[in-house]
């Protein structure tokens, strides 16, 4: 069974940055961020693969928001700036099984889920 722990989130300006963390019990595997806001469905933020060579985002982030990961630590991250009030949302992490190498945008792709960090951002 694979946890993952979630970190970072708190509440900021616009504008302002965060950077969260999603730290793994093993590793490395195919891992993301996703987000929920009140009333709204989970959505794709970011993925990664397991080495790191391929990332993936949604267009509502891309140029703001920069996902990577440290295999040594089993630590994956999530550096976001410009921050905007529409980024405020639950944030998950999620791991997919080892050798995925597709499909990371999609949640249905992941196995394992973090329990989420609250990220608000005022205006």
């Known amino acids: 069974q694979v946890q993952l722990v979630e970190s970072g989130g708190g509440l900021v300006q616009a504008g302002g940055s965060l950077r969260l963390s999603c730290a793994a019990s093993?590793?490395?595997?195919?891992m993301g961020w996703f987000r929920q806001a009140p009333g709204k469905e989970r959505e794709f933020v970011a993925g990664?693969?397991?080495?790191?060579?391929?990332?993936y985002y949604a267009d509502s982030v891309k140029g703001r928001f920069t996902i990577s990961r440290d295999n040594a630590k089993n630590t994956m991250y999530l550096q976001m700036n410009s921050l905007k009030p529409e980024d405020t949302a639950v944030y998950y992490c999620?791991?997919?099984?080892?050798?995925?190498?597709?499909?990371?945008?999609?949640?249905?792709?992941?196995?394992?889920w973090g329990q989420g960090t609250q990220v608000t951002v005022s205006s």
């Open positions: 990664i693969s397991w080495n790191g060579a391929r990332t």
């Open positions: 999620a791991a997919a099984s080892w050798g995925k190498t597709t499909g990371l945008e999609r949640a249905s792709t992941y196995n394992y």
């Open positions: 093993g590793g490395p595997y195919p």
